[in-house]
């Protein structure tokens, strides 16, 4: 019976102590631990830079959906999120950022997930409350990839490291964008 004892109080120090290792230990998702670590830029870490803008908007009020207008929704300068340098993993596409930095900086961001589309690839319907069709017919998300655009979607667009990342919110297809970008929208 003494053995037993001692047996059985060996057994609950041990559950004690996993329960502790377990309580004590923040385990994280590997999406988790990138969002947590995503300013971790070190002496060797590849990165990308990242804007989000809608100045395009600034020159067509008249257009924006009255509740943004009103609701303060687009900056006074028109920049959501200015370029920002940020580490980039092994395999990451354009939306992979994109995705990690909004949710990161608490970004209004709204998307059809690559298996809900025609084409096999995320659609960012919104960013900053800013939609598709919010200030006109032909306005909605852009984007590019050292200031050219793409010919695969954002969730197919792999990236490099020193890659300058651009989303831009257009009103007229493409045509209110400034003048180095023309050409290259498609």
Same mark, same amino acid.
């Given at each position: ?5 001692? %047996? ?17 230990? %923040? ?5 988790? !631990? ?5 300013? %971790? ?23 924006? =959906? ?102 831009? !919110? ?8 400034? =003048? ?7």
């Amino acid at each position: 019976m003494k053995g037993f004892k001692k %047996d059985l109080l060996i057994i609950f120090a041990l559950v004690l102590l996993v329960a502790v290792l377990i309580l004590g230990t %923040d385990i994280q998702s590997v999406d988790e !631990y990138y969002l947590t670590h995503i300013d %971790d830029i070190g002496p060797d870490s590849e990165t990308v830079t990242l804007s989000i803008r809608c100045d395009t908007v600034l020159a067509n009020l008249d257009k924006l =959906d009255p509740a943004l207008r009103e609701g303060g929704y687009v900056p006074e300068d028109g920049i959501i999120f200015p370029e920002t340098k940020l580490v980039l993993r092994e395999g990451d596409t354009v939306f992979d950022i994109l995705s990690r930095a909004t949710r990161y900086y608490r970004i209004q961001m709204e998307y059809q997930g690559a298996d809900e589309t025609a084409l096999g690839t995320a659609y960012v319907e919104g960013l900053g409350n800013l939609y598709q069709f919010s200030c006109g017919e032909g306005s909605g998300w852009i984007f590019f990839v050292n200031g050219k655009r793409p010919s695969e979607g954002a969730s197919h667009c792999k990236l490099a490291d020193g890659d300058r990342i651009e989303w831009i !919110y257009t009103c007229r297809f493409g045509a209110d964008l400034p =003048d180095h970008y023309q050409g290259v929208v498609k």
